[in-house]
């Protein structure tokens, strides 16, 4: 229900994955009436679609403790709900990010030693090589630990998914220098600098960001989610640049066509192409779409958890957390330097 | 002396604006030596050129105190001073950004009412129309009443330059609703939404400060920072897929030949095209130059400050500040909402 769209936009992206994945059985969650009436005459296989009603919605502007308190039969909580008790293995949303995470980590919890979970996702780079940008906006107020803590779980997920030995981790900072940044940073980099855990390799700068000699970029929420929309912001200037030159008369529109193949390698940096960001540090499989995603970048996101289901990606960092977790020597049972 | 090259870049840049300024009279700041020598068997006007010797240089690596203590005789510090003293009327470095700054700070102070100064520059957008974004990377660790005094200068500087009669302004955050932010960005709203001395409109996430529908984003330096260097990252990004694409055959190679003129377009995201950003809320012109900036890219630099000069802005803004203080109740002296 949630997303500036809704079941207009959910429910065909909904369909396509259906087709596309024959194993795929889908929970559509949310108010019956208006999905049943998404789903009117629409072909697709009844017998792996099914709708679960819920009777609220969480609103775009709703605060998560709102949320969590008086949505208890809300789209995202029964959804939530469904991954807890194993019905279902995996739950996108488009909704209110604070909210989903909120109810994830409340009806979920937390992996043992992890305080916050993150959003994490994956951003192309010139070398090829993707990298993992973490936090994108769970957590705006951070503190050293919890960028520590985020550098373990993107560490453990980099090398799980793409099965790098010792990926490389680096803090986003405005400068390489020692003294560059704000408190926060130099703090996580202190700590960051004494583990063993994982392959920390210093500041990374904004720019150096999609040049892909990093496979996890550390940062405070408020930051990541300013990175990923920034990069989007640019995108969409330069595709908008591109059209215009193109479309200006008879002679550009000639040169659009022949050079449409070519312009096709753009599609690397198509955001579309990256929906469906995962809150990584709990026991299930929760994946975020961005709130404005049209169909073919929401039918993203779920493939998106397709992936993660099929990769069991909680229960690996679950337990290369744990075994991180004994090797810190700590008192409070988190991850500590 | 400072960026990434030195007088190699700084010399040949000077000549260039040097010859295209009739009435530009320039100090070249630094090493005798190294400057007579990049000098030499180039064809200039003497009499608009001089050489001013400066004994030391701060690295960029350098702490900006360590800057202050003990390069009494740096580059920079001789340049701000030339400033200071009315011998020049601005100053153009490509320096330790910290340092330049404290430097500028301790010499020429910061003007009545303004806390701390900010870096300032302008951003390309859809709509044609300029964005200033401040600040990017003077303050990393800001106060909400930071983030209203740059609001206050950053209107100030959209109404002198370009002559915008209320200059719309507003936060950079990560969602449009009163909920989203961190405790800064809501605190610095909180101040915002109560002055009616500028025309603060809410906030404005990542994505849209390129759609050109503000004129003046406020951000703590940090964030500024890394969305100045994540767009230019992602600019360099594109360009890069283009350029690959493009050589690819000898096919491509053609259609890059005609597709060159369209293409050009591009130029209007070119980041040396915005190289030079204004250090806002002092009584003198000193502008920054991106520390890797190459000759064009250093040369506009050079032409901000004289933009800037012939615009008198500090005057300006000076004016415009104090009767901002005048209006504003105050017992500190300072801009307070």
């Known amino acids: 229900m949630g997303g500036d769209h809704g079941p207009p936009v959910v429910v065909p992206a909904s ?11 889908l929970v559509l969650v949310g108010d019956h ?9 629409q072909a697709y296989d009844a017998s792996r679609l099914i709708i679960q009603h819920a009777s609220q919605q969480v609103q775009m502007d709703e605060s998560p403790s709102h949320a969590l308190r008086s949505k208890k039969d809300s789209s995202m909580r029964v959804a939530i709900n469904l991954v807890k008790s194993g019905h279902a293995e995996a739950c996108v949303s488009a909704g209110n990010t604070g909210a989903l995470m909120a109810t994830a980590r409340f009806v979920l919890k937390t992996l043992p ?10 951003f192309p780079t010139i070398s090829r090589k993707n990298v993992r940008i973490l936090d994108l906006g769970a957590n705006v107020d951070s503190t050293a630990e919890h960028l520590f803590q985020f550098a373990i779980m ?18 986003l900072n405005i400068g390489h220098e ?5 408190e926060l940073v130099k703090q996580a980099a202190q700590l960051l600098g004494h583990t063993k855990a994982i392959n920390y390799a ?30 989007e912001g640019v995108i969409i200037f330069i ?8 479309s ?28 469906g960001a995962c809150f990584i540090g709990l026991p299930g499989i929760v994946i975020k779409s961005h709130g404005g995603a049209k169909m073919r970048a929401f039918a993203h996101a779920i493939e998106e958890a397709i992936v993660q289901v099929e990769k069991n990606i909680p229960q690996r960092i679950s337990v290369e957390v744990e075994q991180l977790l004994k090797l810190s020597s700590s008192e409070t049972g988190q991850i500590k330097p």
């Open 113 to 122: 030693g992890i305080d916050r979970p993150a959003i994490v996702s994956t």
């Open 33 to 41: 009436d208006v999905l049943q009436k998404a789903l009117q005459n």
């Open 239 to 246: 595709r908008n640049l591109l059209k215009e030159a193109y």
């Open 178 to 182: 020692d003294i560059k940044g704000n």
């Open 248 to 275: 200006r008369s008879w002679w550009t529109k000639l040169v659009a066509l022949v050079s449409m193949p070519i312009l096709k390698s753009l599609k690397r940096v198509d955001p579309d192409r990256y929906n």
């Open 154 to 171: 993107g560490s453990v997920l980099a090398s799980a998914v793409d099965n790098i030995q010792t990926p490389t981790v680096r803090l």
């Open 202 to 231: 210093g500041y990374v700068e904004g720019d150096q960001i999609y040049e892909g000699d990093t496979d996890v970029v550390v940062c405070d929420g408020f930051v990541g989610n300013v990175t990923l929309k920034v990069s």
């Open 15 to 25: 369909l396509q994955v259906l087709k596309k994945y024959p194993c795929l059985h």
